[in-house]
């Protein structure tokens, strides 16, 4: 009886499963993408323009509140994906990848200083560079906000960017 619950049980291990989530994305008044995996998350005011976004192995579908079955967009011959050129999809990954990278290297300049500040609070016990490291500690939070946030707005563009069936060289 062991022998056959353990078979079963690597039996099921070795199924692979197929990763599904459903995450919710709504605009807000200034332009910013949210998502949040709970309903509840989305302000009162963005619930009903809120879309359901299926996520799993294949593409990205999004389903209408009022939908019962998932609809993929297909582009129209002639048509640009999402309404805008190659041109402007390029630009706007690069813009945003640069901004990130940007943040990135800022955020890594300023743990440079925090060790070298906390180095400094260990030696000398001095009140200002308690605040010193306070205000960089600050500072690092602040970045990785921006950082949050940036990734964020990568993820919403990727993810417009597969609903309308932009190439992928064009998001490059």
């Known amino acids: ?6 078979s079963l049980s690597l039996l099921s ?6 990763g599904r989530a459903a995450f919710y994305q ?15 998350n989305i302000p009162r005011q963005y619930r009903d323009k809120a879309q359901r976004v299926e ?3 294949s593409a990205p579908v999004t389903v209408s509140p009022g939908a019962t079955t998932p609809s993929h967009k297909a582009p129209a011959a002639g048509v640009e994906p999402g309404g805008h050129n190659e041109g402007w999809w390029r630009d706007r990954y690069k813009s945003l990848r640069t901004e990130l990278k940007t943040l990135q290297d800022q955020r890594a300049a300023l743990d440079q200083q925090l060790v070298e500040l906390r180095r400094k609070r ?14 960089m500690e600050a500072q690092v939070s602040t970045i990785d906000a921006k950082i949050s946030d940036m990734l964020n707005r990568i993820a919403a563009l990727d993810l417009a960017a597969a609903q309308a069936a932009v190439p992928l060289e064009w998001r490059q």
């Open 1 to 6: 009886m062991k022998t056959i619950l353990l």
């Open 122 to 135: 260990t030696i000398f016990q001095r009140a200002r560079d308690r605040v010193a490291i306070n205000t």
């Open 55 to 57: 996520v799993s192995d």
């Open 26 to 40: 709504w605009t807000d008044a200034n332009g910013v993408v949210h998502f949040t995996d709970n309903r509840s």
């Open 13 to 18: 291990l070795l199924i692979p499963s197929v």
